[in-house]
Structures are given as structure tokens and as C-alpha cells.
């Protein structure tokens, strides 16, 4: 149903809800809040702590007064408890003066701030005791917005959005409900906006992760099943080449790496194909075993194919190999270069050279897949880091039907003892394991009192002509959370830094914006990134020598750490900066734990352990991942539950063609298609 339709929504306000990737009813009823605010308990007045939203009671003392203040007018007064007292201020809000009066009581909500070393809370909502009293306890929702869409239109729209469309029903048959104790699907769609309390939320959440596993797992299991222990047309054979390679670089290969490719070797061996995926945290160092698994393709008589998710991961692995390479002269392997950008010109020599087999290892982008490129024998196909891995892509690589080999590498942190529930029977290797020789990268937790040392910081390492990353919570500001801004940010650091480049980087720009700004970055043309957490994964850019992340207690220690990961790829020692919103010794504590620990396994675990399955009012990351809502390591009980379900049903109708099925079937159908036919990995 068109968003039209709810009224009050005209053509324009559906142009700003298209910007936020929201096309119908539907896809409103999906669009999770990001965030939740909460009615608590007040706060005594004496114990505020600036920078988050609080309420505190009090009796207002002395009068109301106003202000002039440049063009405006600030109303203000000062409130007290038994622990103390406290100034509020509103702008431009004279009416203000006839809702409180001197000597009443009042719950105000707010955020305080720190002016002139007084504490003050600016432009706090007014509650009547008894009327903040009713309201305790219950959650508000909090959505990403855009300029000129504000939460409360938000909010509106979805609720008319039910209305009008309803929620989704129930797919699952009424004991699998039961048994697992979830919450039904209806309900769920409604509470994860609209939750009573937070055990209504904790449990639509559950319910939601659950069916974003539940679909996850069947796709992936569809895709495996299919090929499952099928016999190879591509046999290969260990070869001299690999070992001289790995001889002539300039490191040892860990043991892990080690490990792996033999892994990888004797699968290509075997006489099977090969669906295996290589598990690794970023910096274990897995691209040099694709490299080597596409040198044994190529000297076996195939051709092997690198996907990558981005041109620029793509051209830098293009170069990589071609160096690698060369480190063994008159080694036959002849790699191309195949992406969407290439010169009308360019392309067609490259599928020439592709049909024919004068060429054996394709480095690409998704436009190796495509239909135009026709293969001579293609043997082997990696896609690399977060990469949309298709269900029919695999099918659409057959060469006169014969499948080739599959390889997926991720760094996506899953806790080992999940990886199997979640990856199906895909063979995993784990690269467990990091290269020794390398500057540990410096980390530090402060907070705002510290700006101004960390812009002195970040201009002495700019004048020494490196780079920087800056990594924001959100992408636009946001009237209803306190959080540093991509948009603002970047504004702000082009001020500060007039002598430089700086760009910013989103989810909500156009992929080939994304690819140009990522692009320059990684050539040096820009020096300052501000960017969500959509910064690319697996692009290594030595250069950049300084993360610094915002709020950075708004963010998972799983995020942190891959984000971290971004820099320490080169000779110069980096530096990453944990900038806190908020004072807190909680905060430093969690966060010290990447102080603590380099394996992201490890700290997503001890995130969860920190955090507790209560922890519901974080910032839900709006990044490019696979699931909107569900979190592998916060939610593991229910990737469990889905994994176990799954596997049940595949058991019992791998094709889901009894009748029981069929709402199911369409579901699944539709998944796929909303994911455009793939998954990430
Ligand atoms: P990821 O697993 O995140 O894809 P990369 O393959 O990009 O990691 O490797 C990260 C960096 O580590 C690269 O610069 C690579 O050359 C280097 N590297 C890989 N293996 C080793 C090793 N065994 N010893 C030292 N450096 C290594
Ligand atoms: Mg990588």
C-alpha cells in the first residue's frame, strides 16, 4: 500500500521517507526505531550528570524569568531538592511562564549541559507529578530521521501504517511458537515500535531476531543443499608454484594461514566441489590464501574469479595479485581486471580475453557474474568480506554446466561453537590466528573535555601527511539523541581543517558516490573520512593512521574492534581514539576491554557477558548488515532456536512442498527477493 495513503502524508513527506530507504506500508511497519527512550525513575537534582536525557523533581525557587540572549529569549528558572538545585532554560518559549509557577513541583526531562562551569538543562519537557507518574516505565520510540522528518511524524505514520495494513501474520505453526516461547509475529512487528514495557520489548526483539535467523539459515541451507557432495569436473593438483610463492613473500605465513590452505588444497583435490568458507578476523591475513588458491586454479589449466564487494577492494586486489605474482618470474598467470567502470573499450577486450582463456584469474566486481561474461572454464569463484553471496549466483557461474568451486571468506565475529548453526554444512576453516610483526596500535578512551588535544592530535599526524577516519553514530543529527552527526561533523572538521580534504562517507549515498569517495581516500586525495560504520570492510589503506570514533559507547566492542582494524596496515605506528559522549567509569571500563584484547570472537563474547541480554537501549546499527534487528552474539539463544528449526524442517521437506509449508515457501520467497536473491556472509 502506498504511503500516500496515510493520512497526512503527501507527496513530499514520501520523498523524505523514500530517502530513509521507506517505499510503502509495509516497509514503514519495518523500519525499526533505532533507539528507545525511557520515562525513569527521577534523578536527584544534586546528582545529574550531563550528556544523557534524565528526569529530575522539583520545586521551583525564586520566579521565571526572561532574558534576552542575542535575538532570542531565554526563559529560565532554577528548581530544588533535598540533594540541590539546579538551573532549566528554554528559548524562545515566553508561554512557558504560565505553565510553571514559583513554589510548584514538576518532573522535567532533559539533557544537562555544562555552561560557564554551571550546570544547566536546556529546553526540558514538563510534567505534571502524577502525569510523569503514568508515563514511567514506558518506552518511546526513537527513529533515524532526515531533515524535515521529525520523530514524532515518524512515529505517526507507523501507527496509521498498522492501521491501514496491518502487521504480517503468523507463519509458524502454533506448538513451534509455543515450544520456543516466542512472541507471534503480529505482535512482535507492533512492540518492537510500540513495546509496554521492556519485557515487551526484550521479547519482540527475540521474536524478530529469531525470524531474520530462521530466513538467513533456510536461504543458506536451500543454496547448500542443492550442491551438496557434488562429485567435481575441476580436479586439481597440488603445484610447485604456490610453494614458491609462498617462499618468496616477505613474511612466514602463521600457522593458521598454513593450516588453511592446505585446507583449501585438499579440496580442490578431492575430486568434490569445494564450499568451503574461510573464517577470519580482519588482519589474520586471508587474502594471500586466495591468491594462492586462484594460482593453483590458473596452473591446473582453469580459471579462477576474485569477487569483491566494492571497485576499490576489487582494484586493490587487482594490484596485489599482480605484484604477488611477480614475485616469482615467468609464472604463467594472467589476471584481468573486470568491473563496471571500465571503458566501453576496456570491457570488451576483457571478455574477449575472459571467453577465450588468455587470460586465467578474473579480479572483479558483481559484474564478473553477469550475464555477458562468458567463461572458457571457470573452476574456482571467492567472494570476498561482506559480500551479498547469492543463491542463484552460483548457478549463473556454471560454464556449460559444470560447477565450479566455492570459497567465501568473512570476518564477521560469529562465537565458534555458532558457526556451524549458522553457516549450515558449509566446510569453515578458521584463520585464527594474527601475523606477529606489527606495531600494536595504540588505543585511548576519553571524553569531550579532550577535543581540543585530539584536534591538535589530528593535525600533527595530517601535517606528517597521513590519514584519518572519523566514525559517527548517525548520519544526520537527530532531535531525540545525543550523538555526533556524520553530516554536522563533517562540516565542522572542514572548518577546523581548511588546509585539507575532508569528505564524508554513508549507507545513505548512492553506490557510486560511496565507490568515488572510497576510492579517493584510498589513493590519498582525501584526508579526513567521517563515515558511519559502512567504511569498508577488508579495503587496507597503510596510510591512514588515526580511527577516531565518536560516541563511541553508543557503538557494539565488536563494531569497535572491526572498525579499529581500519588502521595499524602500515609501517607507522596508529592510533585509535575512543571518544565517550559521556563521562562515565562504565563506559571506560567496557571500552577497556579493547585495550585488553585483539580477537573480536573474544571481545563480542565479553561484550555480551558485560552487557547482559537486558540491554536493550543501544543504538541499533543502521550499518549494511545482514539483519536489521538481530545481533549474532546478543541473540545467540534464538540464532540457536532458528538453526534447530531449520534443520528440522529441511529433514523433514527439504523442497517445503507439503501444505504446511506454504506460507512459509512464500515467505522465504520473498525473503530472497527483498535481499535481491542473497544473503551476506
Ligand atoms: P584480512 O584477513 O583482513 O583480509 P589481509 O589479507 O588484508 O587481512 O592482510 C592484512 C595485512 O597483513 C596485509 O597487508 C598482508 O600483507 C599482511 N599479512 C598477511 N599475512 C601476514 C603474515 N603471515 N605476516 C605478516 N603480515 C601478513
Ligand atoms: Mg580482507
Known amino acids: 500500500m502506498k504511503l500516500t495513503e496515510i493520512p497526512g502524508v503527501g507527496p513530499k513527506t514520501e520523498a523524505l521517507f523514500m530517502k530513509l530507504g521507506i517505499h510503502d506500508c509495509e516497509s514503514l511497519t519495518r523500519y525499526y526505531p533505532l533507539h528507545y527512550d525511557s520515562y525513569d525513575e527521577p534523578v536527584p537534582v544534586g546528582e545529574v550528570r550531563p550528556g544523557s536525557k534524565i528526569t529530575v523533581r522539583g520545586t521551583v525557587q525564586g520566579g521565571v524569568n526572561v532574558f534576552p540572549a542575542g535575538n532570542k529569549k531565554i526563559v529560565s528558572c532554577v528548581i530544588r531538592d533535598a540533594s540541590g538545585s539546579l538551573r532549566l532554560q528554554w528559548y524562545n518559549a515566553l508561554f512557558i511562564r504560565s505553565v510553571i509557577k514559583k513554589g510548584g513541583m514538576y518532573c522535567f526531562r532533559g539533557i544537562v549541559a555544562v555552561r560557564r562551569g554551571e550546570k544547566v538543562m536546556d529546553h526540558p519537557e514538563i510534567f505534571q507529578i502524577d502525569q510523569y507518574k503514568k508515563n514511567q516505565g514506558t518506552l518511546v520510540p526513537i527513529y533515524g530521521l532526515t531533515k524535515g522528518l521529525s520523530n514524532n511524524a515518524v512515529t505517526k505514520a507507523v501507527r496509521a501504517a498498522f492501521k491501514l495494513c496491518g502487521a504480517a501474520d503468523e507463519y509458524l505453526p502454533e506448538q513451534i511458537v509455543r515450544h520456543y516461547e516466542l512472541m507471534d509475529e503480529k505482535t512482535a512487528c507492533e512492540k518492537i515500535h510500540f ?24 536461504a543458506l541451507r536451500m543454496l547448500k543443499s542443492e550442491e551438496k557432495d557434488v562429485p567435481s569436473d575441476f580436479r586439481m593438483k597440488r ?115 575472459i571467453r577465450t582463456g588468455t587470460v586465467n584469474v578474473v579480479i572483479g566486481t558483481h559484474a564478473l557474474i553477469q550475464d555477458a561474461v562468458e567463461y572458457k572454464n571457470l573452476a574456482l569463484v571467492i567472494t570476498d568480506e561482506q559480500h551479498r553471496f547469492g543463491v542463484y549466483q552460483r548457478r549463473a557461474l556454471t560454464t556449460k554446466g559444470r560447477l565450479p568451486h566455492m570459497l567465501v571468506m568473512s570476518a564477521t565475529p560469529i562465537p565458534r561453537t555458532l558457526g556451524v548453526i549458522y553457516y549450515g554444512d558449509l566446510d569453515i576453516s578458521m584463520v585464527d590466528e594474527r601475523p606477529a610483526a606489527r606495531l600494536p596500535i595504540k588505543n585511548c578512551v576519553v571524553d569531550g573535555s579532550w577535543r581540543a588535544n585530539a584536534m591538535r592530535f589530528l593535525k600533527k599526524e595530517l601535517a606528517a601527511g597521513h590519514q584519518v577516519y572519523v566514525v559517527c553514530p548517525m548520519i544526520e543529527e537527530n532531535e531525540e539523541i545525543q550523538a555526533e552527526n556524520v553530516i554536522d561533523r563533517t562540516k565542522e572538521l572542514k572548518k577546523s581543517f581548511p588546509d585539507f580534504t575532508v569528505a564524508m562517507l554513508h549507507g545513505r549515498m548512492k553506490p557510486e558516490e560511496k565507490n568515488r569517495i572510497m576510492t579517493s581516500f584510498a589513493d590519498g586525495k582525501i584526508q579526513i573520512l567521517v563515515s558511519t560504520t559502512v567504511i569498508e570492510v577488508g579495503v587496507d589503506v597503510p596510510n591512514a593512521t588515526v580511527m577516531m570514533i565518536e560516541n563511541a559507547e553508543r557503538f557494539g566492542l565488536a563494531t569497535l574492534h572491526q572498525l579499529r582494524g581500519r588502521v595499524g596496515r602500515g609501517e607507522a605506528q596508529s592510533y585509535c581514539i575512543f571518544m565517550a559522549g559521556q563521562q562515565s567509569e562504565e ?47 546478543m541473540d545467540r539463544d534464538m540464532l540457536k532456536a532458528a538453526g534447530e528449526l531449520a534443520a528440522v524442517i529441511m529433514q523433514d521437506d527439504p523442497e517445503l512442498i507439503g501444505e504446511e509449508y506454504e506460507v512459509l515457501k512464500r515467505k522465504i520467497r520473498e525473503y530472497i527477493v527483498n535481499t535481491q536473491g542473497s544473503v551476506i556472509l
Open 195 to 218: 513495546p509496554a514495557d521492556r519485557e515487551d520489548l526484550y521479547k519482540a526483539g527475540k521474536r524478530i531476531a529469531f525470524d531474520e535467523f530462521f530466513f538467513f539459515i533456510l
Open 587 to 633: 563506559i571506560a571500563e567496557r571500552l577497556s576491554i579493547l585495550n585488553t584484547s585483539n580477537d573480536g570472537f573474544r571481545i563480542a563474547e565479553k561484550d555480551f557477558e558485560l552487557r547482559g541480554p537486558g540491554d536493550l537501549l543501544g543504538i541499533r546499527q543502521s550499518g549494511e548488515a545482514s539483519f536489521k534487528a538481530a545481533d549474532p552474539v
Open 239 to 353: 603445484c610447485w608454484e604456490t610453494e614458491d610463492l609462498i617462499e618468496a613473500l616477505p613474511y612466514r605465513l602463521t600457522a593458521a594461514q598454513e593450516r588453511v590452505f592446505r585446507e583449501i588444497e585438499a579440496d580442490l583435490s578431492s575430486g568434490k566441489t569445494m564450499s568451503r568458507l574461510v573464517q577470519g578476523d580482519v588482519g589474520s591475513g586471508k587474502t594471500v590464501l586466495a591468491f594462492l588458491a586462484l594460482v593453483m586454479t590458473s596452473r591446473n589449466g582453469y580459471q579462477g574469479a576474485l569477487m569483491a564487494p566494492t571497485e576499490v577492494l576489487a582494484r586493490q586486489h587487482y594490484e596485489k595479485f599482480s605484484s604477488f605474482i611477480e614475485s616469482v618470474p615467468g609464472i604463467s598467470v594472467r589476471p584481468v581486471l573486470l568491473t563496471g567502470s571500465l571503458k566501453a573499450s576496456e570491457r570488451r577486450k576483457a571478455l574477449e580475453e
